[in-house]
Each structure stands twice: as structure tokens, then as C-alpha cells.
């Protein structure tokens, strides 16, 4: 393979010492076939347990903050993370294949989701008194205290912002954590994490990269508390799995089949035919809360259609660092072959078929990258309706009433999110409330449209747990009950 001249190299940190290792993992830029971006280090066995080691020795003084005090060292550690951000969007473009400018909204999510967890410091430590009454003569106090040392484990799609809705609650919940970022792009994670690290005491927060076969111990470890783990169903399954040895605790954010529900009157102008766009076709599709599955009205299924037909047209497919990019590869030949194996199946099925762009040359060829096509009206057994697709292609199915369109959304494994379009508010919270997923939109869909303060995970295969906001960073505490008796009150009882 060849390296560009300005090749990245990422070590480890564990400790508050960075760490370089004689094995590295060679990172491949997507959308240029032969070329790598930088290397990560890869951790031994030895080296996760170290990191470990660290995150527990640092655990005692760390919890014993109280939130405010623990907020306070996270926002001196979060100063300054910008001044970065062009270089880090620009090895996440390369690294993951996505247009720059979704790298660098990559990495502003994490600082705004880190702000925000920081604005609910205050309520950390609140917890409640359940005060005496006739027939319990005792005084309670229910408060809350971290786990211990957790686990952050991200995916490749957008690494740095799904970081953000885990890891500063963690750490303001009074955890010691270490991150690991996907081995496949793990190279502008890897550099801010360990910006925020050194601003930290040592082993507060570890950053470790490197081969899944050595990463157990990140899960199996006795002293891991927890494991929040961002990625595929499959791969929630093997987490859990491994972590059910140890009775590890587990958060899991996974894939999702989310179904977007346009109703007879839905408002159908280029704003919201610019949000469903977005919705379905950013980062190429591989987005885990992207609408995957388009129902429609009878009567408006060929506006839907037309509108995004219209939209594919203008889509310019290329690398992600090339000013006019709308669309980069895909992250991986095997997903890329995935997908044009299921679009082939559509195809083979008589399905309506419509792909858009001209795939680019030159360098790029033999890179990652794909047409975008919408399918009309498949059947419903085939793949690209009852699989996540996690690339660049979107069924389109007619409906012809509101149940029947709440029983097709519904009828998948997935429970991510959904979303409803229609002009009457009473119709879209009555649509809304019976979709079986953990976030729904009104007239909106997407990654970009999430309230950053809200709780946010999966029902069904979907997830387990949540995450941001006072939730997520429940999610990463204990609940201790203390009981004092109230003599008066017992003696009282008595007689």
C-alpha cells in the first residue's frame, strides 16, 4: 500500500503516558484503493490491562469529586478542543470515506453533547429522602454512585459524536473510562480523546486501540463495571455474550430499520423533501438512525419519488476531501458488496429499480463507492425492506390506510427511531406514539435533527438502555437506598 506524505500515526494512552507499540494497524483510505491514511498503535494483551490498571487506580479520587468538581476539571479539559478540528475532520474524511464537512460536524457534536452533560452537573448528585409514615419507621435516603471503570466502545460511521453521547456522562456520573475506537478509522477518535485526556488526571481517561482478538479484557475484566457499546446488532450480541462471564453491565446503541411514514397530507415542498433526502442518503447511507424504509400514501408516492429522483440527480459522487462531494464511498468492500448484492436481489425480484450518478475515475477507481438508487414498491420480503441496508439505497412502499402504514413500520426486528409527516399535529402524535422505537420525528428524520438533550436508544433489537441527558448518566451509576430508623415512630408502630 501506499502512504500519503502526510501520514498519521496514533499511539496509545493509559496512565497519562502515551504508549507507542511495535505492532500498528494500517489504516485504509476508503476511496482510494492501495492508499493509507496513518497508523494506530495496536495494544497487546497486556497493554488493555494496563489501561485497566490505570482507569481503576484512578477510580478512588476521581469519585470522590463531587459532580461540580468533576465538571469543572471536564470543562478546562474540553477548552480548546476546536483549534483541531480542521485537521481532525480531514483524517476522519479519509479514514471513514464521509464528505468533509460531516467530519467536522463529527467532531462539533462531541463538544456540544460534552457541554451539555456539563449544564446537568447540579442534578449528578440529587438524590431523594422518603420521609417516615405510618407503617415504616424509617427515614430513607436514595443517592446515586458510579459503577467504577467503564468501557466506551464507538463505531466507524461517526465515531467522535456517538463518543459524546456516552463518555462525558460517564465521567460526570464519577466513572474512570477508557475509549476504544473502531479499528478500522480509529486515528482522529484516538487524537481527540487524548487531547481531553492530558487535561485530566492520569487514568481518569485511556484511549486504546488495536486488534479485537486482544480487546477482551476491556469487557471481561473483573474490574470493568460496564461496557457502552455503539454498533451493529450482530456485534451487540457478541458484547453481550462476552460480558454475560463476568456479569459485565452493557449499554447498547445498535442497528436500526427505521421506517419514515408519509400520511395522505403531508407537506411535500423541497424543505421537507430536503430533510428526507438528508435522512436517508448522509454519510452514504450509513447512518444507524437513517430512515431505511420509506411508506407512503397511495395518492403521494409519486411525489415522494419524484422528489427524491430529483434530489439523486444533483448528488456528485466522489472523495470525500473534493470540494462539490455530496456523496463518499462506503466504508468498507464488504458493505459495499452487501449493498449491491441486495440492490442486484431487488432487480433479479422485478423490482423498480432506479439508480442515479456516475461513479468516478481516475484514482478512485476500484474504491468503495456505489450509485445511490431508490426502490419502488418491492415486495416486502426481499432484503432492502427487511434488512438494514447501511448504504446508499432506499425502498419506497405505497400504503392505503393510517393502520396499515403503523403495521409495516412496525413489522421489522429494528426499534431505533421512525418518524411521521403530516400536517395535523393530533395525527402525528397518534401515529407517533404506536411506533414500537425509542425516537420518532414529526416531519423530520435524522441524525442531524436529535435533541442532543434527550434520552436516546433502541427497543427490540435495537438497543438496550439509554443514553445523554440525566438518563445517561443514571445509566452509569448505582442506586443506594440508606434506611435510619426513627425510634419514636417504631415505638408508635409497636403499641
Known amino acids: 500500500m501506499t502512504e500519503t506524505l502526510e ?44 489501561a485497566v490498571a490505570a482507569a481503576k487506580a484512578a477510580f478512588p479520587a476521581w469519585s470522590a469529586l463531587s459532580a461540580t468538581e468533576r465538571a469543572a476539571k471536564m470543562a478546562d479539559a474540553i477548552a480548546g478542543i476546536a483549534d483541531d478540528r480542521d485537521a481532525d475532520a480531514a483524517i476522519l474524511s479519509q479514514e471513514n470515506g464521509k464528505i468533509r464537512f460531516e467530519s467536522w460536524i463529527d467532531a462539533l457534536v462531541f463538544e456540544i453533547r460534552w457541554n451539555l452533560a456539563l449544564m446537568i452537573a447540579d442534578e449528578v448528585d440529587t438524590g431523594k429522602t422518603l420521609p417516615v409514615v405510618p407503617g415504616i419507621p424509617v427515614e430513607t435516603v436514595v443517592s446515586y454512585q458510579p459503577l467504577g471503570v467503564v468501557t466506551v466502545i464507538v463505531p466507524f460511521n461517526w465515531p467522535i459524536a456517538i463518543l459524546g453521547a456516552a463518555l462525558p456522562h460517564a465521567l460526570l456520573a464519577g466513572n474512570t473510562a477508557i475509549v476504544k475506537p473502531p479499528p478500522s478509522a ?29 480487546m477482551a479484557g476491556l469487557i471481561q475484566n473483573t474490574d470493568v463495571a460496564k461496557v457502552c457499546f455503539t454498533g451493529s446488532v450482530n456485534g451487540g450480541k457478541r458484547m453481550m455474550e462476552m460480558a454475560s462471564s463476568t456479569l459485565t453491565r452493557v449499554t447498547l446503541e445498535l442497528g436500526g430499520n427505521d421506517a419514515a411514514v408519509f400520511l395522505e397530507d403531508a407537506i411535500l415542498d423541497d424543505t421537507h423533501l430536503d430533510r428526507l433526502y438528508a435522512a436517508i442518503f448522509d454519510t452514504t447511507g450509513q447512518i444507524c438512525m437513517n430512515a431505511k424504509r420509506v411508506y407512503v400514501h397511495n395518492s403521494r408516492l409519486d411525489e415522494v419519488v419524484a422528489g427524491l429522483s430529483a434530489r439523486l440527480e444533483k448528488a456528485v459522487i466522489g472523495y470525500g476531501l473534493d470540494e462539490g462531494t455530496t456523496m463518499g464511498p462506503l466504508h468498507s468492500a464488504a458493505q459495499k458488496a452487501f449493498v449491491e448484492d441486495i440492490i442486484q436481489e431487488a432487480k433479479d425480484a422485478g423490482a423498480d429499480v432506479r439508480e442515479f450518478g456516475e461513479l468516478p475515475g481516475g484514482e478512485l477507481s476500484g474504491g468503495n463507492f456505489l450509485r445511490p438508487a431508490i426502490v419502488v414498491g418491492p415486495d416486502s420480503s426481499l432484503r432492502v425492506v427487511t434488512q438494514e441496508q447501511f448504504g446508499p439505497v432506499i425502498p419506497v412502499i405505497g400504503f392505503d390506510t393510517e393502520a396499515d402504514a403503523v403495521a409495516l413500520a412496525n413489522d421489522t426486528w429494528g426499534g431505533l427511531c421512525g418518524s411521521v409527516w403530516t400536517a395535523d399535529p393530533a395525527a402525528a402524535n397518534r401515529v407517533g406514539s404506536q411506533l414500537v422505537c425509542g425516537y420518532v420525528w414529526v416531519n423530520d428524520h435524522g441524525a442531524t435533527r436529535l435533541d442532543l438533550r434527550a434520552p436516546f436508544g433502541g427497543m427490540k433489537q435495537s438497543g438496550i438502555g439509554r443514553e445523554q441527558g440525566i438518563e445517561g448518566i443514571r445509566a452509569f451509576q448505582d442506586t443506594r437506598s440508606i434506611a435510619t430508623i426513627d425510634a419514636a415512630a417504631l415505638a408508635a408502630q409497636a403499641h
Open 7 to 50: 501520514t498519521v500515526r496514533t499511539g496509545l494512552y493509559i496512565g497519562g503516558v502515551e504508549r507507542h507499540t511495535a505492532d500498528t494497524l494500517a489504516v485504509a483510505d476508503p476511496g482510494k484503493p492501495g492508499v493509507v491514511v496513518g497508523h494506530a498503535a495496536s495494544a497487546s494483551k497486556e497493554d488493555v490491562a494496563d
Open 186 to 214: 480509529p486515528l482522529a477518535t484516538t487524537r481527540v480523546v487524548q487531547r481531553i485526556a492530558e487535561k485530566l488526571p492520569p487514568g481518569v481517561l485511556n484511549v486504546v486501540t488495536g486488534k479485537d482478538e486482544n
